[in-house]
């Protein structure tokens, strides 16, 4: 069984402020994904980025950073200089050998001006 | 391309009755899922299929049944409805059958169960 932890369930931050989001997973397969998703106040869930579990490198996209460590299993995700579009509730996501993808309960993030 | 269309977006029923959630995409994409969002609970998968005629559960299937009988359409039937089914559900495909391929999902419906 996979397992997707998010500890943080609210985040509160004033623009500009970095703010990092924790996700910790459990899996047995030695294969698998790690996805975050972003859900804006609208409703739609947008793909933010993927990794396999082969590839530690970190990756950075804009003002959005991820932190993979297989070591900790963490999967961690870092927005440099908040500003307020970047409120929402964002989801760390775990993909293994069986078409399943399992969420994390989710983490809102809200930026005040 | 018009994604991943669910119809309808908000709908209130009564216990006991029965319901379709639509979910069509045109991507041609094989592998289709549902899901559902409760607070504090993140998205739970429903049922999801990987090709027309197969279709398999996932962690929370009771009360729910799919089909696939085209590439294009995977509905959700509530057969009859109760009020832990109130939640926003929402259908999400993908191109390939490949665990890494990243999820495209519809705009949601909004149930409510009295």
């Known amino acids: 069984a996979q397992k997707v932890t998010q500890a943080q369930t609210e985040i509160s931050v004033v623009e500009k402020e970095d703010v990092t989001l924790d996700c910790v997973y459990e899996?047995?397969?030695?294969?698998?994904?790690l996805f975050w998703y972003k859900q804006p106040p609208s409703g739609e869930l947008v793909f933010l980025i993927r990794?396999?579990?082969?590839?530690?490198q970190n990756e950075i996209s804009g003002r959005y950073s991820w932190n993979f460590q297989k070591s900790t299993s963490s999967f961690n995700f870092t927005i440099t200089a908040s500003q307020v579009v970047d409120s929402a509730v964002y989801f760390c996501?775990?993909?293994?050998?069986?078409?399943?993808?399992?969420f994390g309960a989710g983490t809102t993030v809200t930026v005040r001006a | 391309n018009a994604g991943v269309t669910q119809t309808p977006k908000f709908q209130v029923l009564k216990t006991g009755q029965s319901m379709t959630l639509q979910c069509a995409q045109d991507?041609?994409?094989?592998?289709m899922s549902w899901y559902r969002q409760d607070p504090g609970m993140g998205l739970r998968l429903i049922h999801y299929?990987?090709?027309?005629?197969?279709?398999d559960q996932g962690e929370v299937p009771n009360g729910y049944n799919v089909s696939r009988s085209t590439t294009e359409d995977f509905p959700l039937r509530l057969l009859s409805a109760a009020p832990s089914q109130t939640s926003v559900y929402f259908c999400?495909?993908?191109?390939?059958?490949?665990?890494?391929?990243?999820?495209?999902f519809g705009s949601g419906t909004q149930l409510s169960v009295l």
């Open positions: 999400a495909s993908s191109y390939s059958l490949g665990q890494d391929e990243k999820l495209f």
């Open positions: 899996t047995r397969d030695t294969t698998y994904y």
């Open positions: 990794r396999n579990s082969f590839d530690e």
């Open positions: 996501a775990l993909s293994g050998g069986d078409y399943k993808l399992s």
């Open positions: 991507m041609n994409h094989e592998y």
């Open positions: 299929s990987v090709g027309a005629g197969i279709t």
